[in-house]
């Protein structure tokens, strides 16, 4: 039974046996009503995944037999697809349906559709420019998409454009260009008003943890690779710097809006970035080791058994990297990959049994 059913049924219950009045009951229903419908989170996949495979369906199908249409014939297919799906919106933007049952496959089918309708009428019509052009054209296109839907699907998918936008724009030869790094991050966040508005309708925790995922490594990992292809640095440390920022200010976010996903996100970036090696500095290297132990420390004080382990993850890859890098005999890296499991299996054992002294 769900949270909201089971309610639900104790506010009746408490109305019949006369603990609550009618309008105290009333009350509390409204204050705690559904934030989704009916459909679950499966209903919701399955539409997206339905929605994926019409959407490439149908282009395969057009592709097909491309060859039997003229231009304008190219065209209207093309469009159709975008309009049919511009419809289904404004009807149910006008009944107000908000389920994510419906809005998460119509965001994917109708990003799909832009997108090919994008390139399909500037192949037909031999439209000139540039691949960071087009990137851009369809990134214009779908942000509205993204922003009406607010689906999981679209907005991951979008994401992505203006890495791609960032690389294709930038010549392989090109050492650095600050104007267009400032640019793809100004592209990167035009989406955030639609993850503001995916927030505030209040999806199920499984819906919620995928969007913050996505748009966690899309802010962190993301912004980090586009400020690397814009700057350019020669440093290895720079590098980790850079990585570190945009982590940091993703990790200050997420305790400034109680985003629960994303400090682990942040966190996980910021130690990937940190992958030891002959070059890696030691302060960069100690301020890793500080980071895992405050982690781990943090989940033991709050009695989290995922963050302590997250955080004992952490410093152990940072110190068995760094160790199987060295010259030591295989016996001993074997005895210390077994101590290290060992370590692992108690300090679990340990934090187990001080959650239930506590819940004692």
Request: hydrophobic share 60%; aromatic share 10%.
């Amino acid at each position: 039974m769900k949270k909201e059913e089971w309610l639900r049924a104790e506010i009746a219950k408490w109305r019949s046996d006369g603990v609550i009045d009618t309008t105290t009951a009333d009350t509390l229903l409204a204050r705690y009503k559904m934030t989704e419908s009916r459909f679950g989170l499966g209903a919701i996949l399955a539409g997206a995944f339905g929605a994926l495979l019409m959407g490439l369906g149908v282009i395969a199908i057009f592709a097909a037999n491309w060859d039997c249409f003229g231009r304008a014939e190219r065209a209207v297919i093309a469009v159709a697809p975008v309009v049919a799906c511009g419809m289904v919106a404004l009807v149910a933007k006008a009944k107000g349906l908000r389920t994510m049952a419906l809005w998460e496959p119509l965001g994917i089918l109708w990003f799909i559709s832009v997108v090919a309708a994008s390139c399909l009428v500037a192949q037909t019509y031999q439209v000139g420019g540039s691949v960071p052009g087009l990137v851009l054209f369809v990134s214009a296109l779908t942000l509205p998409v993204v922003w009406t839907t607010r689906s999981i699907g679209a907005m991951s998918a979008w994401l992505v454009l203006p890495i791609v936008w960032m690389f294709s724009k930038m010549e392989w030869h090109d050492r650095s260009d600050i104007a267009t790094t400032i640019k793809a991050m100004l592209l990167m966040a035009a989406s955030l008003p639609a993850y503001i508005a995916f927030l505030r309708r209040k999806p199920q925790r499984a819906a919620l943890v995928l969007g913050q995922l996505a748009t966690g490594l899309a802010y962190s990992f993301g912004t980090g690779m586009i400020i690397l292809r814009g700057v350019y640095p020669h440093s290895e440390t720079w590098w980790i710097l850079i990585f570190w920022i945009c982590s940091a200010v993703v990790f200050a976010a997420a305790a400034a809006f109680k985003l629960p996903v994303w400090p682990k996100v942040a966190m996980s970036v910021s130690l990937i970035a940190t992958i030891p090696s002959p070059g890696l500095s030691l302060p960069i290297y100690a301020a890793s080791l500080a980071l895992a132990v405050g982690v781990a420390a943090w989940g033991i004080a709050k009695a989290r058994l995922a963050d302590m382990n997250f955080g004992v993850v952490m410093l152990l890859w940072l110190i068995l990297a760094k160790f199987f890098a060295s010259r030591a005999d295989f016996t001993v890296k074997g005895l210390v990959l077994i101590s290290a499991g060992i370590m692992l299996a108690v300090l679990n054992v340990v934090l187990v049994r001080m959650k239930k002294r506590r819940a004692e």
